[in-house]
């Protein structure tokens, strides 16, 4: 446990100054910008909108955003920048000679990208507010006096962000395992081609690069779609468990 | 002799067909400077690798403190620091920083980093960012970060690359301050001359086999003398000397050094070379120095071993 809070703490002052908080910073900043561009630009669709309550609506468009075209390509280029930071100058040599067990360097960088992964959620919370509060503030047509249902995005965001476990687990191993940046981003660049062939039909519920899209596209009449949540959270736990062992017996050459 | 604090035994690590090292019986006497030498490609770093856990032997044991490494490599390596090749550090985070990402990462104390950044001499560049270091500035950093949780034994690999002249000689102080406060050091280094100056004792390693483990005086033992001819012809004259069948420990505009045995074939060889009408304007028969006799081992494995 102590191991793993000396990592932890490690790895958070490695963040500094560097392009992966920079990216979280503005990440849902560019969400906010699109949604409320389409909102400005389509504002009759929009304001005769009812099929959802517009702050549902609002929230909705920017979590699936998020989950089905950020996500599978921003947790690729986490984990790469992350990984990075020890392959950049061979640091893997000094890294597994300090006093600490080797899977406990590749659990602090899981546990960072997850609290980057929440602190965007957190931010696209704000942004949704906050955008909200700007399109009431052009036309209050657009409906957005109604209470920021707050709890109910909570429980979306969430579903989401468990799902997310998979991909954090697979790429984290990647961006390790393999030195070269272009391929661990490449790694995510085709399956997220793929994802978007894949996504609607049966086989995308096994297909992690999916999963978080899933629990945000196919809520109906309110209900949460639990189970890419499960085959997510759970499959990224095994997914690390793998990668934590593999990782404590591979052979440092650089 | 003292224990030994680091020992191999039948060490060995083959890739494929190739044997990386073999069979290596090291022991690194406690308080000592050990000198690790061997020609690019003889299998230093890979023994070095093998010693601090991060390549698995083939064949053999590392023990360190007199326990098996396979036994506790955590608890054991915390007592070792290491430098191995190009230093390891965050570039984008200032010198303070990148220690104190050790620091916390070994769970040392705090007040380590100033005596660290002391001891190397960056503590004026300390809040600066790495990226913006010399490269003689980020090997005082690396043997910081080595030096940091205070180690019983330094494992350094070829720890004065990059270093200018007084770089060097700053770090054989510190070589030197460190020995005499207790510590170990393990020192893998092409640069000879400046092993010959702290070493206390000396490994040789040549394709993956240790040929030769004592002291600096048991090994000059061994290669007591050397001929240095002064020529204005050296290239001829080198030609001439190898097919007599001598090694050329050293070569440059105007002299050429080789091993000699005695001062009778010292006078025999100056004679040869009047007879085969050579310009010699000097001949001086003096100590071989470690480089020499490094050469001189390393050559004579090579042509026992065609």
């Known amino acids: 446990m102590k191991s793993i809070l000396h990592c932890l703490s490690a790895e958070i002052l490695k963040m500094r100054r560097t392009l992966a908080i920079l990216l979280c910073a503005i990440a849902p900043l560019i969400i906010g910008a699109i949604v409320v561009s389409m909102y400005l630009r389509d504002a009759n669709y929009f304001m005769n909108w009812t099929m959802l309550n517009p702050w549902d609506q609002l929230g909705q468009m920017c979590l699936v955003y998020w989950n089905l075209l950020f996500i599978p390509l921003f947790i690729p280029l986490l984990t790469a920048l992350l990984a990075q930071f020890e392959h950049n100058r061979h640091n893997w040599k000094l890294i597994y000679t300090l006093p600490n067990p080797r899977w406990s360097t590749y659990l602090a960088k899981w546990l960072v990208v997850q609290g980057l992964l929440f602190g965007c959620l957190v931010e696209i919370f704000v942004v949704i507010f906050l955008s909200g509060k700007l399109l009431n503030a052009f036309n209050s047509d657009y409906g957005f006096s109604a209470a920021f249902p707050l709890w109910e995005f909570c429980k979306l965001a969430g579903i989401s962000f468990l799902a997310c476990w998979i991909l954090v687990s697979l790429h984290m191993w990647i961006g390790i395992r393999f030195s070269s940046f272009p391929m661990a981003l490449g790694v995510g660049i085709f399956a997220m081609v793929g994802a978007l062939f894949i996504f609607g039909q049966d086989i995308s519920y096994y297909y992690p690069w999916t999963l978080p899209g899933i629990t945000i596209v196919d809520v109906k009449d309110g209900i949460l779609h639990l189970m890419p949540m499960f085959i997510g959270c759970l499959g990224g736990i095994v997914l690390a468990i793998l990668s934590m062992y593999d990782l404590s017996h591979i052979e440092v050459y650089q | 002799m003292d224990k030994n604090i680091l020992q191999t035994f039948s060490l060995s690590r083959n890739f494929g067909e190739l ?277 001189q081992v390393t050559s004579r494995e090579n042509q026992s071993g065609e």
């Open chain 2, 19 to 295: 044997k990386a090292v073999d069979n290596l019986d090291l022991s690194v006497p406690e308080g000592s400077i050990y000198g690790f030498l061997g020609p690019n490609g003889a299998g230093k770093t890979t023994t070095i690798r093998m010693l601090l856990g991060l390549v698995h032997p083939s064949n053999g044991q590392v023990t360190w403190f007199g326990q098996p490494l396979v036994n506790d490599p955590i608890g054991l390596l915390k007592r070792v620091g290491s430098l191995i090749e190009m230093p390891s550090y965050y570039p984008h985070l200032t010198g303070f920083e990148n220690l104190e990402v050790i620091r916390r990462l070994s769970g040392g104390k705090k007040n380590d980093i100033a005596r660290v950044l002391h001891l190397v001499g960056l503590e004026q560049d300390a809040n600066r960012v790495v990226r913006q270091y010399s490269l003689g500035m980020c090997q005082r950093l690396g043997l910081a970060i080595a030096l940091l949780n205070q180690p019983e034994v330094l494992v350094l690999d070829e720890p004065i690359n990059s270093l200018d002249p007084a770089g060097i000689h700053e770090m054989r102080e510190l070589f030197q301050h460190l020995q005499e406060e207790g510590v170990t050091l393990f020192i893998s280094s092409h640069l000879l001359s400046e092993i010959d100056q702290v070493a206390t004792m000396i490994g040789i390693i040549r394709k993956g086999k240790l040929i030769f483990q004592g002291t600096p005086s048991e090994l000059r033992a061994q290669y007591p003398r050397r001929l240095s001819i002064g020529t204005d012809r050296p290239e001829d004259v080198s030609i001439w000397l190898k097919g007599q069948g001598y090694p050329i420990l050293q070569m440059n505009n105007h002299h050429i050094d080789i091993p000699i045995r005695s001062e009778d074939e010292s006078a025999k060889m100056n004679k040869k070379l009047s007879i085969a009408g050579f310009p010699i304007f000097e001949t001086r028969y003096e100590s071989i120095s470690l480089e020499g006799i490094f050469l």
